[in-house]
């Protein structure tokens, strides 16, 4: 009974302003698999274009999963992943407003985004929610809004923050629990881009807002956030569930 109730999430709010801050100041909770330690976000959270988004005009949130350095991904566990939504603060309103939210789509990178080479994940739809996916050496899993980028009006930004949920979950459950093996790190992120239509073109007509903390996906739903400025949010917290 226990075990449903948490499926649910009855047991409470999965995430708390506690875990927003901590996501975009503490460090990452591991090393990254594939990813040069030189790479400015390789180690901890960062702003990138922040609420600045200059000549770009459309906006869409995103995640990315990785294996631990030095690790290989169990063969009976997979990724669950659900509940991907974006909220921007509106300087009219002082509100924050639901901006994307509902299935989420995404693909195998090479782990160091080199040249933006991907190729199809091991996706499946889970019938409690989001999908679920496998991860593989030498490629991560980004993911983002399946609803695509919305348009925004860069005068009216005063906040942005992007939170999704995650979880170890077995591929069978008839099959050997293997997550203790598990060492996946994961983390949210959100980008600007040109236009809702733009192609992407070498990072020319796109730029992301911040790349959040990485954490370790555990058997137990865990937030993934990033929130801009942190002293907006919190004089003025977002929906948190």
Do not use: C
């Not at 999963?65 to 009219?92: C, H, M, W």
């Not at 509902?102 to 190729?119: P, R, S």
Request: aromatic share 8%; charged share 25%.
């Amino acid at each position: 009974m226990l075990a449903l109730i948490a499926a649910v999430g009855l047991l409470g709010p999965v995430n708390s302003l506690k875990t927003v801050i901590g996501d975009m100041t503490l460090p990452h909770e591991g090393r990254l698999s594939g990813l040069p330690d030189t790479v400015d976000w390789a180690a901890k959270p960062r702003i990138g274009m922040g609420l600045d988004p200059g000549r770009f005009r459309a906006f869409i949130p995103w995640g990315q999963a990785y294996l631990e350095r030095g690790t290989d991904f169990p063969p009976n566990t997979r990724v669950q992943i659900r509940n991907l939504r974006a909220y921007l603060l509106s300087k009219k309103t002082g509100q924050w407003r639901l901006v994307s939210s509902g299935d989420i789509e995404g693909a195998a990178y090479v782990e160091d985004f080199a040249g933006d080479v991907n190729k199809p994940a091991d996706v499946r739809p889970e019938p409690g929610g989001g999908v679920s996916v496998r991860l593989e050496r030498g490629f991560n899993y980004h993911f983002w809004a399946r609803a695509g980028r919305v348009p925004i009006e860069p005068e009216d930004l005063a906040g942005v923050f992007v939170t999704v949920q995650a979880r170890l979950i077995l591929g069978d459950p008839k099959g050997p629990d293997d997550r203790s093996k598990a060492r996946v790190l994961l983390g949210a992120g959100a980008d600007y881009w040109l236009a809702v239509d733009s192609k992407w073109d070498q990072w020319k007509t796109n730029g992301d807002v911040a790349i959040g903390r990485l954490k370790r996906v555990t058997n137990s739903w865990r937030a993934f956030n990033i929130a801009v400025p942190l002293e907006t949010v919190r004089r003025n917290p977002p929906p948190l569930e």
